[in-house]
């Protein structure tokens, strides 16, 4: 790439003249979170795309992006910060067409408590985004004596009526992305990874019984291609068979459509003072120190409160029995990343039913971020123009500091300090 500013070629994704060019830094670091949401964005589309579901101005909008990163010679803040929340206008239209692919495809996901341990016979681990890929898994496995788990990202699919009829679906093993070495390592059976979040396995561990499809590649795996899952099928048979033990029940599935079904019944609560406040707690998980803060702070939200959460930041605490307030569970889980469009939809809901804005309700959003999907994410809730997000458990590195400081004046975005203080002052303003 070229600098225009120093008249050099930048070498690598940033300006070599960094200390020299002051407005070059923000300009790169406003790039750089476009080519993050980007590919975020990218990443839905795709799942759309083999659903047969797409939209022209998603793809044009790419092009566009693309070639202004690569093109635009304006220095102008407020311009590249207003390409960057048109991102989040259109991440916010392509998770809503891959919300409507899913749910037209496989039925609109139902409320459903999902087991966490394991049955006695050869099994068969589905990580990733793409329930097409475990749905093709679950017909080819069908009869088979197999049973098909769930694995991180892959666990809302047992809230799909279309896939919750196979009775060898059988649970969610494990937990979030980062934790996949130490239990594809536990795990006996055969591991089919379908998309990103996926880890090259450390050496003589389980390399050989792990296969890669669609985008999806670890080098010296086994690539399917055209949904044929028969290597798959023969390697589970192959391998020892796993036990039967007793796991713990979770919850997902609590759609938008769901969660509309029984608003008469949270306005009710909310009215009756019996609900105080909503928090959305979720987003990306990684193992980072710091990640422990969404644990406590969950663990700290009020007995009168109800936590909304989603993606694999879930799994800090969704296997806490949070109870219930009149019937409604504190802890409702919408589903993964993408599912992000089910929690915008219900704060829309609450804010017409309460007529008000969404930044009126009693509703704060406390988010981890990770990698391109999360800042798809935060960009659409910026969007939307959603105030007082509370992000960490660091900064992203290639926010700079006078980015940083226009997104505080625009948005009030927030860094996490301790869930204590942080609890404290969304509670008491």
């Given at each position: ?33 476009l ?123 047992h809230?799909?009526?279309e ?17 996949q ?64 033990i ?38 990306c ?15 700290m ?14 799994y ?45 309700l ?14 798809a994410i935060?960009?659409?809730l910026?969007y ?11 900064l ?30 969304i509670?008491?303003?």
């Amino acid at each position: 790439m070229f600098c225009y500013q120093c008249e050099q070629t930048i070498a690598g994704s940033g300006c070599v003249k960094i200390g020299s060019c002051g407005k070059n830094e923000d300009i790169q670091s406003l790039q750089d979170i476009l080519l993050f949401g980007l590919k975020g964005v990218a990443a839905y589309a795709y799942h759309a795309r083999e659903l047969e579901a797409r939209d022209e101005e998603i793809d044009g909008f790419m092009h566009e992006a693309l070639f202004k990163t690569v093109t635009n010679v304006s220095f102008d803040l407020d311009q590249h910060l207003d390409m960057v929340l048109r991102c989040g206008y259109i991440n916010l239209k392509v998770m809503e067409l891959l919300d409507k692919a899913h749910t037209e495809t496989f039925g609109n996901p139902i409320p459903t408590a999902v087991d966490t341990g394991t049955r006695s016979g050869p099994g068969i681990l589905v990580t990733g985004h793409d329930l097409l890929d475990i749905y093709e898994v679950l017909k080819q496995t069908e009869g088979k004596g197999i049973n098909v788990y769930t694995h991180s990202e892959m666990l809302p699919a047992h809230a799909y009526p279309e896939l919750r009829r196979f009775k060898h679906l059988s649970g969610n093993y494990g937990g979030a992305w980062q934790e996949q070495k130490k239990e594809f390592n536990a795990f006996s059976g055969a591991i089919l990874a379908t998309t990103n979040c996926v880890l090259i396995p450390p050496a003589n561990t389980y390399l050989e019984r792990i296969f890669t499809t669609g985008i999806t590649g670890i080098p010296g795996a086994r690539h399917l291609t055209n949904r044929d899952f028969s290597p798959l099928i023969e390697k589970a048979k192959s391998l020892p068979p796993l036990p039967d033990i007793a796991g713990k029940k979770i919850m997902t599935g609590f759609h938008h459509t769901a969660i509309l079904g029984i608003a008469d019944k949270i306005v009710a609560a909310v009215k009756a003072g019996k609900i105080r406040h909503f928090f959305l707690i979720g987003g990306c998980d990684g193992a980072k120190p710091g990640r422990n803060y969404y644990t406590e702070f969950a663990e700290m939200v009020p007995s009168d409160c109800l936590i909304l959460t989603l993606a694999c930041g879930k799994y800090r605490f969704n296997k806490i029995d949070f109870g219930e307030i009149d019937g409604i569970p504190r802890l409702i889980d919408v589903g993964q990343c993408n599912n992000a469009y089910s929690a915008i939809q219900v704060a829309l809901a609450l804010a017409k039913a309460f007529n008000c804005s969404v930044n009126e309700l009693p509703l704060s959003l406390v988010l981890s971020w990770f990698e391109q999907k999360a800042v798809a994410i935060l960009l659409t809730l910026l969007y939307l123009g959603i105030k007082g997000i509370r992000i960490g458990p660091s900064l992203p590195a290639f926010v700079t500091p006078n980015v940083l400081r226009a997104l505080q004046e625009r948005f009030d975005l927030k860094l996490i300090t301790t869930p204590e203080k942080d609890l404290e002052e969304i509670l008491n303003k």
